[in-house]
Each structure stands twice: as structure tokens, then as C-alpha cells.
């Protein structure tokens, strides 16, 4: 066992430079304790007319990936690096290797994994944006797969030349949200659901109550998509030079292209195979025919590059950079969720903090708890009172999402940020036909008649549900007079706008409830610009993500397990859909039990 340990931990070693590793025999198992070793780090080496590799099947988050430690250490064991990479180390790579003259040309490799991204629509605008200001400064793109499907092709359309697999195909044929219905099964197992709720687009509710959309809820979906498939026709079509017309009947009569069809129909450039793109590859770095590959660097090695052509901001003021991913929910909350009180904390802090100048909220949430939207809301609103404070929409800025962005000095979104959905629901469930099929009772003792209000045994009766509708009427309208005051909106314009409706970024500018189109960058350059700070600032990202080598050290105490099991791949796809779609319970935890929260899990495929 001992010679087993060294040989692995001595292949952990060998791949983290400047660690070293010391263990010892504990009563309870291994004990293992990880010292960090200071070692002079001088970057990864870019060598002259090299070609930046960006493998499309990654996906890039607004944060670092939160995976746990034992999945770092597979991770470094296995040699493979992890497949999400933050969007503002993309965007910063991208511009600064367009400024980078040893950094030729930009190959989009879609063949290097089958791996499907699953990067947010608002994301990819910002990436895209990136791609087209390389391409614009005379530096090639060239882009080569097997299959493109529309996320792939969104980004690959900016690329001077595409290159498709002969057996390959080209996926075009439109958008669709899928939604699931929990009805049929929570009354298949006796689980009784109760629902009161405001604004007649607040379908959150819909698949505890329904077995498919509502009127209402296909009408809101259908015009979303809409939206964000216009961006997609109008920004490939203008790189392709095809007009978007043309592209919607490729979407209604094709859908899916083999290789000769899709180049006939413009859609890519030449056929061929990957040993073909090699050889084009190896004619921009001037290798030689007989040399085995072209020279090149990967996007997340070159970002730990160093570059006479980024600046390296040196500034005692900062610009801090807050994100607010997943579900927000009361408490603490996990990595993957915006904890009420954990995220006010760090709201609170920065408000403290002299050296921060200006704060940049980045909101990616469908929302969640509304005790722990207003607690967050309220910090915000402190923080405007004494240094400005910016908001940055992400894919997804609804409901408890968009609570959490008002009374911010300016809001920024993309064209297809879905944001909006201004309502509120609570959802009331109950286990009494469940346990009575059962054999399971209950009987109470109480000194009021609604003593147990907030029992799960029984329904609610039609008083008690009348508290909770007047609960859930007063946040709503809290809510409505919040954006009415914030955004400067008559209240009567609000609650026609209101109603729980989801709206795509373009939609909400015109309408009022975001200021400006924009990604991430633009609203810290306006951030500074607010702070009045010129060039005399640098960003700072919170909340700080335990580094690598802190969560080796805090892992390494404890049994690691390391585990490897796959299913096969489409059962795997469908399964962490699934997780997904059933992960909004884990949200639930509203003290009052009353949500402001996006349409169940809205998966845009």
C-alpha cells in the first residue's frame, strides 16, 4: 500500500511543479499534509509565428471551475486539463494574442474532443465579439470539424476559412426550449402540490400543475427564441455573407448538411481532412512539409503566457468584479449557488474596502429565493451610496436575478441574456396521500388553528392559502415598486412589463430594463469610467475560489477517493439533463417558502 501511495503521489509531484510531498502512517488510515515550495515561475515559452489553438468542446462559465478536489487531482493525474475556462480569461487571451505578433494566426479545433460545449448563448456573443477584433487586426482564423453543431458554427462562422470532414455535417436547424413535467409523477406517488403566485407568465409553477406550456408560457418562449435566433442569423449571415432568409430555409427544409451540401450552400469552405488542415496550418508557421506538426500553443497555456503587449496592471485602486452564478438561495449556500448571506458578506466587505473604487455585479441566475434576493439587494443599495456599482447581465439574469440587479448605476446585457421575469410563486407540497397509502397517519395537538400552517402532512385549506396569496401579492408588489423606482418607470408600465414575462437583452433595452448592450468588459471600462479612475486601476475577482494547491492541502487530510465510472454517451447526456432539470429542488429553501425564479430549469438546445 505504502509503495502504491508513493507512486502516485509522486506522479502528482511530477505534474505540480514546486510541490512536494510528505505523508505519514495515521491510526485512522493515511495522513497526508502538502507544503507548497515558492519556485520561480517564468510562464509558458511563445515561440515566433505561432498558432493559437481554441478547442471549441470547452466550456466557458463566468467563474473558475468549482469541481471538487478529488476531481482536480484525477484531473492531474490523467494529464487532462479541465473543460471549463472562465469567459474573461477567454476574452482577455483573445485580445491580448490579436496584439501578440508571435501569435500568427487562431485555429478553432472542433476536432479535439467529441465533447459537446455547453457555453451560454450570451457567452458566446462576447467570445464571437473577441474572434471578429483578431480576424479584423489581419490575423487568420482557420476552423476545422467533424460536426458543427449551432453553438460551434456560431463561433467557427467568423473564421476566414471553415473546414468540414467529408463525413461530417453541419447542424442548422433553429432553436428549441425544452421543459419538464413533474405532474404526472408527483400524482402517480400521491405528492400533493398547492401554488399561489402573481403574473400570468409566472409558469416556474407550470410543471408541477401542468403536463405542457400554457398559452401564456408558449407565447413568452416563443418570442424569446425568436430573439435569440434573429442574433444567430443576423451574425452568421453577416460573416458568411449569407442572408439570414437564406439561412432560415436552410433551418426549415435541411436542418442537417453533409459536408458537399454544406459547402455548396456556403455554409463552409473547403472539404478535407484533418491531416489537410495540418498541412495549411504548417504553411502559416512556415514548418516544412516533413516536420510532424505546425507550431502552436493552447489558449489556457498561452494565457499563462507572458506578452510585451498586455498591460500588467499595477494599482492600489481596484475594480471588483463580483459574480453571481446559480440559483440564489437562502444562507449560505454551495459554490454552485448565491447564498443570501454568504454573498451580502462579501457585498458588505467590498462596500468597506478603501482600495475598491468601483464594484461590478455579474449576474448569471435564474434566481431563487426572495428573502435572500432582498437581503442581496440591500447591500447593493448600500454599496451605490458611497462608490459606483455596475451590473453585467450573463446568459441568464431572471426573476431573483434581475431583484439582485436593481438600483445599480447602469445595467449591461447581451442581445440574448434572457433577463426579466418579474413575479413571484410559492409552491406548497404535501405528503398526506403518499403516507396514508402507506399506512402512515398523523394526528396534531395545537393551541391556534394555524399553528401548523406550515405542516407537509395536509394540504393547505383555503385560509391558509389565502396567507400565503397575500404574502406572495405584497412581495410581488415590493417588487414592482423596486423596478419602478429604480429604473424610473411609471409602476403602471412595470406591471404591464411585469407579469413574470422573460425577455431577451435587445427586448429589455427597449423596454427599460437594461441601459446598455454590452458584455463584461464594457462594464468595467464604464465602471472605472464612473470611479473617475482613468488608467489607474486593476480588477479583483470575487469570492475568491480556494487556489489549487489550498484544496490539494485541505483534501489530502481526509480519505480521497478517486473514482472514474462512465456511462455510455447518450445516456450520460440525458442523464445530467435529468440532474439538471430536478436540481431546482435544491433551491427550495426560502424561509417563507415564496420564489422569484426563471421557468423551471429553461434549457435552450
Known amino acids: 500500500m505504502r509503495q502504491f501511495l508513493q507512486q502516485t503521489f509522486a506522479s502528482l509531484v511530477g505534474s505540480l511543479a514546486g510541490l512536494i510531498l510528505f505523508f505519514s502512517l495515521a491510526t485512522s488510515g493515511f495522513l497526508f499534509v502538502l507544503i507548497a515550495v515558492a519556485s520561480k515561475d517564468t510562464g509558458p515559452q511563445v515561440q515566433d509565428k505561432s498558432v493559437l489553438v481554441f478547442d471549441l468542446s470547452v466550456n466557458i462559465s463566468d467563474t473558475n471551475p468549482t469541481s471538487s478536489t478529488s476531481e482536480v487531482i484525477e484531473e492531474v493525474l490523467s494529464g487532462q486539463e479541465s473543460n471549463i ?7 482577455d487571451t483573445l485580445d491580448k494574442a490579436t496584439k501578440d505578433k508571435r501569435i500568427v494566426a487562431l485555429y478553432l ?6 465533447t459537446v460545449g455547453n457555453t451560454g448563448l450570451a457567452n ?18 482557420i476552423a476545422y470539424d467533424v460536426d458543427l453543431g449551432e453553438r460551434e458554427y456560431y463561433l467557427s462562422s467568423v473564421a476566414d476559412t471553415i473546414i468540414l470532414n467529408p463525413m461530417g455535417v453541419v447542424e442548422i436547424n433553429g432553436l428549441n426550449s425544452s421543459q419538464l413535467f413533474l405532474t404526472g409523477a408527483l400524482q402517480k406517488y400521491g405528492i400533493g402540490v398547492q401554488v399561489v403566485r402573481v403574473g400570468k407568465y409566472k409558469s416556474a409553477v407550470e410543471p408541477f400543475l401542468l403536463k405542457q406550456l400554457s398559452p401564456e408560457s408558449r407565447e413568452q418562449t416563443r418570442e424569446l427564441l425568436d430573439d435569440i435566433w434573429d442574433e444567430f442569423l443576423t451574425a452568421v449571415g453577416k460573416s458568411r455573407e449569407i442572408t439570414p432568409k437564406t439561412l432560415q430555409a436552410i ?38 512539409e516533413k516536420d510532424k506538426s505546425f507550431r502552436k500553443i493552447k489558449l489556457a497555456t498561452y494565457a499563462r503566457a507572458k506578452s510585451p503587449y498586455s498591460k500588467n496592471r499595477k494599482s492600489k485602486h481596484k475594480i471588483a468584479v463580483v459574480y453571481a452564478e446559480g440559483s440564489i438561495v437562502d444562507g449560505q449556500g454551495n459554490l454552485e449557488q448565491v447564498g443570501g448571506k454568504r454573498f451580502a458578506k462579501q457585498l458588505r466587505e467590498l462596500r468597506l474596502d478603501k ?5 461590478v455585479l455579474r449576474v448569471n441566475s435564474p434566481g431563487g429565493s426572495a428573502t435572500a434576493s432582498e437581503i442581496i439587494q440591500r447591500e447593493v443599495r448600500l454599496i451605490r451610496e458611497e462608490k459606483p456599482v455596475i451590473v453585467s447581465m450573463g446568459n441568464v439574469a431572471a426573476s431573483g436575478g434581475y431583484w ?40 396534531i395537538v395545537q393551541t391556534a388553528s394555524l399553528a401548523d400552517i406550515q405542516s407537509t402532512v395536509r394540504p393547505k385549506t383555503d385560509q391558509e392559502l389565502a396567507i400565503y396569496q397575500t404574502m406572495v401579492n405584497q412581495i410581488y408588489d415590493q417588487f414592482i415598486d423596486k423596478v419602478a423606482e429604480s429604473r424610473k418607470l411609471p409602476k403602471g408600465k412595470v406591471k404591464d412589463i411585469a407579469q413574470g414575462r422573460v425577455w431577451s437583452g435587445i427586448d429589455a433595452k427597449q423596454i427599460g430594463l437594461v441601459d446598455e448592450i454590452g458584455g463584461i468588459n464594457d462594464a468595467i471600462k464604464y465602471a472605472a469610467k464612473q470611479a473617475k479612475l482613468k488608467d489607474d486601476w486593476k480588477v479583483e475577482e470575487y469570492p475568491k475560489i480556494p487556489s489549487f494547491e ?20 447518450p445516456l450520460t447526456t440525458e442523464l445530467l439533463k435529468l440532474k439538471d432539470d430536478l436540481a431546482i429542488f435544491t433551491t427550495f429553501n426560502d424561509p417563507k417558502g415564496i420564489y422569484s425564479i426563471l421557468p423551471f430549469n429553461w434549457r435552450l438546445d
Do not use: C, H
Not at 85 to 91: A, E
Open 550 to 569: 489550498e484544496r490539494i492541502l485541505e483534501t489530502l487530510t481526509n480519505d480521497v477517493r478517486v473514482t472514474s465510472r462512465q456511462l455510455p454517451e
Open 404 to 443: 439582485i440587479s436593481t438600483y445599480s448605476d447602469r445595467i449591461f446585457a447581451e442581445p440574448n441574456t434572457i433577463t426579466g421575469s418579474i413575479g413571484v410563486f410559492g409552491v406548497l407540497f404535501n405528503i398526506q396521500e403518499l403516507a396514508n397509502n402507506n399506512g402512515l397517519t398523523w394526528d
Open 355 to 359: 482600495d475598491i473604487k468601483a464594484v
Open 85 to 91: 475556462i472562465p469567459l474573461r480569461k477567454v476574452l
Open 109 to 114: 479545433d472542433g476536432a479535439a474532443s467529441k
Open 251 to 288: 433551418a426549415n427544409t435541411k436542418g442537417m448538411l453533409i459536408a458537399s451540401e454544406a459547402k455548396t450552400q456556403g455554409l463552409v469552405d473547403q472539404v478535407g481532412y484533418f491531416d489537410e488542415v495540418i498541412a495549411t496550418l504548417k504553411e502559416l508557421t512556415g514548418e516544412k
Open 124 to 141: 458566446l456573443k462576447e467570445v464571437r465579439e473577441a474572434l471578429e477584433r483578431f480576424r479584423a487586426a489581419g490575423k487568420k482564423i
